[in-house]
């Protein structure tokens, strides 16, 4: 499974970014596409995930401010993210859980390389 990640970068406190992520290289369609973020000093966490079926969920600390969205044709899951703050500034992280089945809660991770975001104050 390959990973392309692009849209990050230093922006002002209260702009945006758009994060895209290319996945290539399977063809399982019961999956799972998220967006997860590093900190320095602190552990990964889940910013944003949608499913197969476009469902969403999100870290409730970011709900209303970013936006997770795919384009199953591309293979792609996008995370819009407006009104950043400096907090957060961290390695945003496409992750690809692919399920064993439908319904399933087993899967299997695959993690981009990752992508910095930097928000000035």
């Known amino acids: 499974v390959q990973f392309v990640e692009s849209g990050g970068g230093l922006v002002q406190a209260g702009g945006s970014l758009r994060l895209s992520c290319a996945v290539s290289?399977?063809?399982?369609?019961?999956?799972?596409m998220a967006w997860y973020r590093q900190a320095p000093g602190k552990q990964r966490e889940l910013v944003a995930i949608?499913?197969?079926?476009?469902?969403?969920n999100y870290a409730d600390s970011l709900k209303g401010r970013f936006t997770i969205s795919r384009d199953n044709a591309k293979n792609t899951v996008y995370l819009q993210m407006n009104s950043l703050k400096p907090e957060d500034t961290a390695v945003y992280y496409c992750?690809?859980?692919?399920?064993?089945?439908?319904?399933?809660?087993?899967?299997?991770?695959?993690w981009g390389q990752g992508t910095q975001v930097t928000v000035s104050s």
């Open positions: 290289g399977t063809t399982f369609s019961i999956n799972a």
């Open positions: 949608i499913g197969s079926g476009g469902n969403t």
């Open positions: 992750n690809l859980k692919i399920f064993t089945h439908s319904g399933s809660s087993y899967y299997t991770s695959y």
